[in-house]
């Protein structure tokens, strides 16, 4: 049995990257304001751990971005698709990933993709590779985080 799993993003501004990727790969943020109200009226969380994201209550230190086309659970925002989840932690990013996303967008619109996501707020770190019946460019989000705009 194939297991289900998620990607989790270590960062800085989760929210920031929430947004930039859901952009990037037409993904959506989680709402996570109903879970927080149940979670709340439970008193299971404090006010504390939480903020205020496009006029709705959120979790200060992560967010996530879902599969709009997967089943969405109103109760948690999440959804049974694939999710990258990120999460703040207390160190800056210091050296290149040992792990990365591809977006996959067709060869004859890579360098239209990387100047749309340049706008969102990533830097190109590349120039076009073209190996092997491959061809990308490197580039980072607005954290730096790398990841290949791919054919």
Known sequence: MAVHFKI???????????AFWAEAMGYRVEDH???IANLLDQGLIEEE??????????????????????????????TTGMRVLFQVVPEPKT?????HLDLHVG????????ERLVALGATRLSDRFDEGGATWVVIGD??????????
């Open 8 to 18: 989790c993003v270590d960062c800085a501004d989760p929210h920031l990257l929430a």
């Open 33 to 35: 304001s109903e879970l």
């Open 49 to 78: 751990i939480l903020t205020e994201v496009d006029g709705r209550r959120a979790f200060k230190e992560f967010a996530a971005v879902n599969d709009p086309d997967a089943p969405l659970d109103p109760a948690t925002g999440r």
């Open 95 to 99: 050296v290149k990933n040992r792990i």
């Open 107 to 114: 060869i004859d619109n890579i360098d239209a993709e990387v």
């Open 142 to 151: 607005p954290e730096g985080n790398e990841f290949c705009v791919h054919s």
